[in-house]
């Protein structure tokens, strides 16, 4: 291992300012006086040399995390903390809003292959090797005395520099293969490569069969996150070359249009985003229908038995309709039968259709006029003021509900009054209701 390398207190001022600096001053000097010694680690590191900003900042503790989180909220003016006694961690934030991660430097043993790893209390050599690629693999001491000085024993700013992924044993993609796709996010954001040997790795990894290994709970996490990247529509060039298809569909997309309707999905994403910030969207459901959408639905099923994926039974839903849905909004006459076609469908199903069909401006009209204005429409009246005009409680008041929607969607009532003389008309309220 090397020893300590270069200073990086002129770029960490130039990149972070004053702010970030003295509240890891602060912590490097607490953690000195209890004789545990911490390191900057993780992205921050990185994306430090590749001059990104990097929101997250990990601090790996050679020691008791909760008692130096303890020590700073001690000594640092308006500082606080969250302890994770599950994982020994604390989140510690000071008084200028400004947080970080603590962790303990751990040593970790994959007492089999894809196996969750054993950990026992290491030093900060041992934390840095059980990281999965070398440009993760570094950390820059805070104590007082060394302040800014890089620990690169994996030489993973040369790796950074040439754009590789290495990782830091020929066994890694073996013990740890969500690994594997951490590597290809990375490829993916940062314009990178395997380095030629962890290529062969991979090979060796999937000729193993080993992410049949790994437990759908820890693949489906990974396969979530890609599915969640910008920049997916190019991932998929890599999941071609890496042969990782069949983790996500039985075989490859039979033409080259899915990095195109994956740019259309995101579109449709951004644009309900900005249409209704507040409304909460899973982005990797219509991703994820948006790759099924000419997969069998029995190969479906197989990955479903496997994923803790939510909502599963709407995402099978939403893959049933999709594909007649042109046809069934055709035959739809009125506005609030087409309402009631939409209305079937999940909002992320909404979005994929809009993206398979991004050619037929009449169903992304449709889709859009639903989402912004159908869907929201209040009705002029509730099911408290039916009963105050005499109707029951039961069943048949909320199909009264569904009719009123459904006349209002058709413009034949507009407000209270008019919505009332509708129900006398329709028989449903007497002429003179009490």
Request: proline content about 7%.
């Amino acid at each position: 291992m090397e020893a300590d390398s270069a200073n990086l207190l002129p770029l960490l001022e130039k990149q972070w300012g004053t702010a970030r600096l003295d509240h890891l001053r602060q912590i490097g000097r607490i953690a000195q006086q209890l004789g545990t010694p911490a390191y900057l680690v993780g992205g921050a590191v990185r994306d430090l040399f590749l001059k990104r900003y990097a929101p997250d900042l990990d601090v790996a503790v050679e020691g008791d995390t909760r008692m130096l989180a303890e020590a700073c909220k001690a000594q640092i003016h308006g500082a606080h903390y969250q302890f994770h006694a599950q994982f020994g961690t604390a989140i510690l934030e000071d008084s200028q809003g400004v947080a970080l991660d603590l962790a303990q430097c751990r040593l970790e043993h994959y007492p089999a292959p894809a196996a969750l790893p054993e950990v026992h209390p290491g030093n900060i050599h041992a934390d840095l090797a059980r990281r999965d690629f070398t440009v993760n693999a570094m950390a820059i001491r805070l104590d007082p005395q060394h302040f800014g000085i890089l620990l690169d024993p994996y030489d993973g700013q040369a790796d950074l520099q040439a754009g590789l992924l290495r990782t830091l044993h020929s066994r890694s993609f073996l013990d740890d293969p969500t690994r594997i796709l951490r590597g290809l996010r990375f490829a993916t954001r940062f314009q990178m490569d395997l380095a030629p040997e962890c290529h062969q790795q991979l090979k060796q990894a999937l000729q193993a069969d080993i992410f049949t290994q790994l437990s759908g709970a820890r693949l489906w996490r990974e396969l979530r996150y890609l599915l969640e990247l910008e920049a997916l529509p190019v991932a998929l060039s890599l999941l071609t070359a890496w042969k990782l298809w069949f983790l996500l569909r039985p075989t490859p997309p039979a033409s080259n249009t899915m990095p195109t309707l994956l740019q259309r999905g995101q579109e449709q994403i951004q644009w309900l985003s900005a249409q209704f910030p507040e409304e909460p969207l899973a982005i990797f459901i219509p991703m994820l229908t948006l790759i099924w959408q000419d997969v069998t639905l029995r190969d479906i099923q197989h990955y479903l038995d496997r994923w803790p994926v939510p909502d599963r039974s709407q995402l099978l839903a939403d893959l049933r309709v999709l594909p007649g849905l042109p046809d069934t909004l055709l035959k739809a006459k009125r506005p609030s039968q087409k309402a009631n076609i939409w209305q079937g469908v999940s909002v992320a199903g909404i979005l994929a259709a809009m993206a398979i069909y991004a050619d037929n401006p009449t169903l992304v009209d449709s889709a859009r006029l639903y989402l912004q204005v159908q869907r929201r429409l209040p009705s002029p009246f509730n099911g408290q003021e039916l009963q105050t005009l005499g109707l029951k409680a039961g069943p048949s008041l909320g199909k009264t509900l569904k009719l009123l929607r459904e006349a209002q969607l058709d413009g034949e009532i507009s407000n209270k009054e008019n919505a009332q003389q509708w129900l006398i008309k329709q028989g449903i309220l007497p002429p003179n209701p009490l």
